[in-house]
C-alpha cells in the first residue's frame, strides 16, 4: 500500500491507498536553485540603506531568503534588516528567524516608505491569474481599486495561469508606491527562482512558475487535493485556490476532494455573508462594492455545476453544508466515502502541491 503525505496546516497526513486505486500522484518538480546562487541573487540588494523586510506570509522558502540575507549582512558587516509582518503570523514567522531576530506587527496603510521590501512567494490565482506581490498588496491596500480589477474578470470561472486584465490592474496599483519587492517561485522541494525589484517588474517571475507549473495530465473523476504547505491552506478562501489550479483535470460530474485545515477560518468576508444568506449570486455578478473574497465565492458557485466538492477541514460542518460542499471528518473518511460511493475499484489522483501547479 503506497503512503501518500499531504499537508494540512502545519503537520502532514497519510493518505493510506491501495496501490490498484491510485491512478496517478502528481506533484511539482523543476531545477531547484544551489544555496550559492541564492547567494549570488541576493548580492544584488543594496544592504547599505535600512531595509524593512515586509514578510506578506509564511513559507519554507520564504525562511530560506531570510535565513541567507542575514548572513549576508553578517558577511558584509551591514545592519540586519527590521522584519514586519502580520499580527496573525508573526509568530510563526518569528519560529523560522534567526535567533535574537526583532519582529514588529506591520500595520502600516501608508505604503509609501521606500525602505519597505515586500517578500511573497508567487502562485496562481482565480481572479488575477497569478498571486504575486501586486495583487497581494491591491488585495490589503486597495479597496477601491479592488473594485475595478473584479469587474474586469475574464468570466465567472476562475482562470489561474492567465493574464487578464485584473493582474493589469493590480499593476497599476503597487505602480503608485516606491518599494521593492523579493518574489519567490518555489516548489515542494525548495526554491526555483526569485526576483528583486520593484512589484511591477519582479511580477515578470509569472514566466517562470508558468513554465515549471503547468502539467498536462488529462481529465479524472475523482481527484484529491492538498495545497501543498500550510500558508495555502490556513482558511477557506486561500485553500480555494489549489482546487481552480485544478477544476480542468476534472471530469464532468466528477469529485474533488480538498484538504485544507483552516485554522484561519473562512478567511473572506464574502464568504462568512453567503453562510449569513447576506450575500446573492446577484450581487456577487454585479457588485456595487467590492466584499473581500466575493470571487471565490462566485467561482465556488459556478465550477460546483461542474463536479461535486469535499471538505477535510475542521471548519463547522454548518458552514460546509451552506456552500453546498461535502464536509469530511478526516482523510481516511474521504477514502472510504470514494470507495463506498463510487466501487471499490474507483482509481483516485491525488495532487500533493495543489497551489503551484495548474492541471490541464
Known amino acids: 500500500m503506497p503512503e501518500i503525505w499531504l499537508n494540512y496546516g502545519i503537520t502532514d497526513v497519510v493518505l493510506d491507498i491501495r496501490a490498484e486505486n491510485l491512478e496517478q500522484k502528481i506533484d511539482s518538480d523543476g531545477k531547484i536553485l544551489e544555496d550559492s546562487e541564492i547567494h549570488e541573487k541576493l548580492g544584488s540588494l543594496d544592504l547599505s540603506k535600512p531595509m524593512e523586510l515586509v514578510v506578506l506570509h509564511n513559507s519554507k522558502s520564504i525562511q530560506k531568503i531570510i535565513s541567507m540575507l542575514f548572513s549576508l549582512c553578517e558577511q558584509k558587516s551591514k545592519p540586519f534588516p527590521k522584519i514586519l509582518t502580520d499580527k496573525k503570523i508573526l509568530n510563526q514567522v518569528k519560529s523560522g528567524l534567526p535567533e535574537g531576530t526583532s519582529i514588529n506587527e506591520f500595520d502600516d496603510v501608508e505604503i509609501s516608505n521606500s525602505n519597505l521590501v515586500f517578500m511573497g512567494e508567487m502562485e496562481f490565482d482565480g481572479l488575477f491569474g497569478y498571486e504575486t506581490i501586486s495583487t497581494r498588496l491591491i488585495k490589503k491596500f486597495g479597496q477601491d481599486s479592488m473594485l475595478a480589477a473584479y469587474a474586469k474578470r475574464q468570466a465567472n470561472l476562475p482562470s489561474p495561469g492567465q493574464y487578464p486584465e485584473s493582474l493589469g490592474e493590480a499593476k497599476k496599483f503597487t505602480d503608485n508606491f516606491e518599494i521593492q519587492g523579493i518574489e519567490i517561485v518555489a516548489n515542494s522541494q525548495g526554491i526555483v527562482d526569485f526576483s528583486i525589484g520593484h512589484p511591477s517588474q519582479t511580477i515578470s517571475a509569472t ?15 475523482t481527484m484529491i487535493i ?51 444568506d447576506l450575500l446573492t449570486l446577484e450581487q456577487l455578478k454585479n457588485p456595487t462594492k467590492y466584499i473581500n473574497g466575493m470571487e471565490d465565492l462566485l467561482f465556488l458557485s459556478e465550477i460546483q455545476k461542474n463536479f461535486q466538492i469535499g471538505l477535510v477541514s475542521i471548519l463547522p460542518e454548518f458552514y460546509v453544508k451552506k456552500l453546498n460542499m461535502l464536509s469530511m471528518q478526516g482523510i481516511k473518511y474521504s477514502m472510504d466515502y470514494i470507495l463506498k460511493t463510487q466501487g471499490a475499484r474507483q482509481k483516485v489522483a491525488v495532487v500533493t502541491d495543489g497551489a503551484r501547479l495548474l492541471l490541464r
Do not use: F, R, Y
Not at 513554465?211 to 479524472?220: E, F, L, M, P, T
Not at 460530474?253 to 473562512?266: F, N, P, Q, R, T
Open 226 to 276: 492538498s495545497s501543498g504547505k500550510d500558508s495555502s491552506n490556513d482558511n477557506l478562501g486561500k485553500s480555494l485556490s489549489s482546487l481552480w489550479n485544478c477544476a480542468n483535470a476534472i471530469k464532468k460530474d466528477g469529485l474533488a476532494i480538498l484538504v485544507a485545515e483552516c485554522k484561519g477560518g473562512l478567511g473572506s468576508d464574502a464568504l462568512q455573508q453567503s453562510i449569513e
Open 207 to 221: 514566466k517562470t512558475l508558468e513554465s515549471q507549473s503547468i502539467k498536462d495530465v488529462g481529465q479524472h473523476k
